[in-house]
C-alpha cells in the first residue's frame, strides 16, 4: 500500500471521527422552532426601515429535511445539539408570541434576539423567566407592551438585556429595583423608552459597562455612586424630570467612561467641573438641556479623545474659548447652540482636522466669519441667530465638502458670492435675514445640482433671471424661500418641478398665476405663499392638492374659489373678493384655519362652517355678513379662535359656543347682536380674549359667585352697549387671570400659531391700537359707553395685570378708589364722561407705566396729585371738572373757596368772575331748573343784578354754553361708539 493511500485512509477516518463528535438537532427542537416560525407572517415593510440593507427573511430557509443547526440565525451546543442561540433579528417578522409559544421549549437558550421584527400588542411573557441559561435577551425595536415581569429578574445570569424603544412596555419601581439587584453579571442593561417611573436605586451590578436609561420617567437624584461603577464605558440617564451633581473629585470610572449622556437633567444652574479633565477616554459627551451656567473650563479642551461634544441648550455665557494648543483632534462634532456665549469665533475651530458638524446658531457671537481656507472636512454649519457682519470669505468656495450652511439672521452685508456655485455638494443654503444687497441671477444656483433647501428671504437682494430662455433653478429644489426678493415674475421656477414649499410673499407679483404652475406643482406642492403681492386672479391655485395656500393682502377680485379637501390652512384675508362664502366649504373636513377677513363678502354666515370638527381658528372679521348669526358647534370641536367682528350680523348669540371647551379668542365686536350678557361662556376653561363691543346687548352683567367662571380671561370688551346697573362686581371677582402677574408667560409655539396670530384692537393711550399675539402681552378691560351706574369697586384694584382700563361714558358716580394704585402696569386709563366726584387719589401719582389718563367730564375736584407721570398730562386730561386745581389746570392749588361771613358781602373782582359764577349764579340756576327757566333767571337776578348789572348777560352766555355741554355729554356716547364703529373696531 503506498504511502498517498494510507493518507487518504488517515484522513477518512479523523473525518469521520470529528463528523460523529458532531451532534445533531434534536428533533424536539427543530419542532419548536418551525411551530415558533408559523406563528409569524413575513412581510418586507415591517421595521425593514431601520435595518438598512440588512433586513431580509432569515426563516424562509429553514427546512426540515436540513438539520436545524445548519438553519440561518441557529447554533446548537456541539456536544448536545441543543439549540442555545436564536437570532431573527430584522426578519420582517409579523405577529404576536403568546405564553404557549413554541419558542419557550427551547429551554437552554444562552442569547435570543427577535429585535427589529413587528410583534405588535405581544406581552413579555413570564415564561421569559424560564431561560435559566439566558445570557443575553434583545427584544428591542418589537413594539412589546405590557407590564415587564418580575420573572425577568430571575435570569441571574443575564449578562446583557435589550429591550429600548417598546414605547408601550412600563416596569414597575418596585420590579425595576428588583431587577438592579438580582442581575450581579450583568454588563448592559438597555432600558430607553421603558416607562419605568421610579427613582435611580443606589445597587448595580459592579461589571457594568453599559447602563441607557433614557426617556424612561425617572425622577429625583441621581446617585453619585453610579458615577463610580468601576467598568463603566456608556451611562445614558437623559430625562428631564432628573436632577443631579457633577463629583467633585476624580470619577472611579473616569479610565473607561468614553460615553456620557445627560441631556436634559437638571444641573441647577451649576458649571461644568474641571473633573471631566480626568475622563481622559471620554469620546461623547451630551450636556444639552441641563441648566448649565458659567464658562466652558478650559480643561475641557484638553479631552483628546473626545469626538462629539454636546453642550446645548444651557445658559453657557463669556468668550470661552481659549487658544486651542491640543486636544479635541479628534473632534467631528460640536454643538453649542442656543447658549450666551460671545465674542468672535476662533479661527482654530475652523481648522479642527476632524469637524464635521458644526452648531453655534443662537448665541451671541459677533464679529467677521474667519477664514474657511483649513477646512477640509466640513459638511454642515449651522451658526443662524447671532450678529455676524461683514462679507462672507471668499474661501467659502473651498469647503467643497460642504453639505449644509445656514447664516439665517445675522448681519452680513455685500454681495452673495457667485463662489456659492462651486459648493457642488451643497444641500441646505439658508441666507435669509441678513443686510446682503444687490442682484443676484438664478444661474448662481445652477451647478448646485443637489440643492434641496434654499432661503434668500428678507435681504435687500433683487433676484434676476437674465436668461430667460434656459430655466435654471436646479430640479431638486424642494424648499424655496424668497420672500421680499424683488421677485416679478414666475418664469425661473418653471424647471423647479420637485418643488413642495414655496415662499414668494412680499415681492412685486402682478396680473394672473400662469397656468403653467399646474403640471409643474400638483404632485408635490403642499405649501404655497403668494401673500403680500399686487395679484388679481388666483388661476390655477385652487386646483393644486394644497395643504396651505396663503394669498392674503394681494389685489384679487371676484369671488371665493371652490377648493379641494386636502386644504389645511386657507388665508385669502385683506384682498376685494366679494359675493357669498361658498357651501362647498363645508366639505373641507381636515381645515384647520380659514381666514377669510377684511373682504367685502355678503350673505349669511353658512351654518355648517360650525360643523367642521378639525377647525381652529375661523377669522371672518370686517366683512358685510348679514341676517341671524346661527351656529350649531358640536361638543369637542377644536374651535380656538371666532372672530366676526365688523359685520352686520343679528340675533342672539349661539348657545353651542359654549361647546367649544377649548375656545381662546371670541370676537363678534362690532355687530347688531341682540342679546344679554352670556354668562354661559364663563364655562370655558381657555377663553382669554372676549370681545361683544358695538352690539345692541342689553340688562345688567351679573354670574354667579363660582371662582371657576371666566378663570383665563385676559381681555374683556363690552363697550357701546346697554349694560345697565352697577359696575359687574361679580365678573370682576372671577377674573383670576387679571389678578397676577405672568412675566413668564408665553404663547404656546404650535402648528396653528405658525402660521395664524389672533389680533384684537383695543383703544388705549388715546389710540385704537390692534394688538397682535394678543394672548401673552396685554391684560385689557373696556366697559365703556355703556349705562353702568353705581360706585367704582375698590376691587378693581386687585386686578393688578390690567394694561389698559377703560369705563368712560357711563353714570358712574362716588370717588375714585385708592386702590387704583396697585394697577402699577396700567398703561390708559380713562374714568371719562362720568359722575365723579371728591378728589383724584393721591397714590395713583405711584403708577409709573400710566402713559395716558382722561379723568374729563366729571365732577372732580381738589388738587391734581403731583408725581413723575402726573407731569406729562396735559390740560385735556382734566377739562370739565370745574373744581381741580393745580398743574396743569391752574399754577398753583392753594385755597380759592368764597368766605363764609354774616358780616361781610363778598363782591368779587375781574379776577374771581368765573369762580363767582360757578359757586354762586350757576347753583341759583340750578335751583329753578326744576321749575323752568324763566324761574331760575328770576332767582339769579335779584340775586346779582344789584351787585353788577352786567353780569345778567354773561349769566345767560355761561347757562347757554353749559345747556349746550349738557347735551353734548349725553350725545358723545353715542358718538364715541358711532365713531369706532365706522373706523371698523
Known sequence: MGYRHLLFLASFFLCQL?????????????????????SFVVDASSASFLCDQQSYPKTSSWNMNKDCCSWEGVICDETSGHVIELDLSCSQLVGKIYSNSSLFQLSHLQRLNLSFNDLYGSLISPEFGKFSSLKYLDLSWSRFSGQIPSEISHLSKLQSLVLWNNNELRLEAHDFKMLLQNLTESKELHLTGINITSTIPLNFSSHLTTLRLRHTGLYGTIPESIFNLPNLETLDLANFQLSGYFPKTKWNSSASLKELILRAVNFAGDFLPDCLVFVTSLQRLELSSCNLSGPIPKSLWNL???????????????????????GLQNLNTLLLSNNSLNGEIPSWIFSLPSLSELHLNDNHFSGQLEDFRYSSTLH????????????????????????????????????VPESLQNLVNLTWLALSANNFNGSVDVSVFSNLKNLYYLSLSHNSISLTNENKVKSTLPQSLEYLFLSACEVRDLDMLRSATQLTYLDLSNNKIQGRIPDWVLPNWIHRMTNLNLSYNMLTSIGPIPLLPLDIIDLRSNNLQGSLPNLLPTLRYFFISNNDLKGEIPLSFCNLTILRVLDLARNDLKGAFPQCLSTLSYLEVLDVQHNSLSGDLLATFIFGTKLKSFNL?????????PRSLANCTQLEVLDLG?????????????????????SLKSNK???????????TLFPQLRMLDLSCNAFTEELPTSLLRNLNAMRRIDQTMKVPVDETRRY?????????????????????????????????EGHIPSMMGDLIALRVLNLSHNAVQGHIPPSLEKLSVVESLDLSSNKLSGEIPKQLASLTSLAVLNLSRNHLEGCIPKGPQFATFEKNSYEGNDGLRGFPVSGGCGSNRIPETNDTIFVPDEESDSTFLSELSWKVVLMGYGFGLIIGFSISYFMLSSRNPNWLSRIAEDLEHRIIMRKRKKQQGQTHCRRRRNNGI
Open 697 to 707: 346687548l342689553r340688562g345688567v352683567v351679573r354670574t354667579s359667585s363660582s371662582s
Open 670 to 690: 362690532n355687530n347688531h347682536l341682540n342679546d344679554t350678557f352670556p354668562m354661559w361662556l364663563g364655562t370655558l376653561a381657555n377663553l382669554q380674549v372676549l
Open 304 to 326: 483628546t479623545r473626545l469626538e462629539y461634544l454636546d453642550l446645548q441648550n444651557n445658559h453657557l455665557d463669556g468668550a470661552t474659548f481659549p487658544p486651542l494648543t491640543s
Open 380 to 415: 454642515n454649519v449651522y451658526i443662524s441667530n447671532n450678529q455676524l457682519k461683514g462679507y462672507l470669505p471668499k474661501s467659502i468656495q473651498n469647503l467643497v465638502s460642504l453639505v449644509h450652511i445656514d447664516l439665517v439672521h445675522n448681519q452680513f452685508q455685500g454681495p
Open 756 to 788: 395664524y396670530q389672533d389680533s384684537v384692537t383695543v383703544v388705549t393711550k388715546g389710540l385704537e391700537l390692534k394688538v397682535v399675539r394678543i394672548l401673552s402681552l396685554y391684560t385689557t378691560m373696556d366697559l365703556s359707553s355703556n349705562k353702568f
Open 18 to 38: 470529528v463528523f460523529s463528535s458532531l451532534a445533531i438537532c434534536p428533533r424536539d427542537q427543530s419542532i419548536a422552532l418551525v411551530e415558533f416560525n408559523q
Open 645 to 653: 367682528h365688523g359685520n352686520k350680523l343679528q340675533g342672539k348669540i
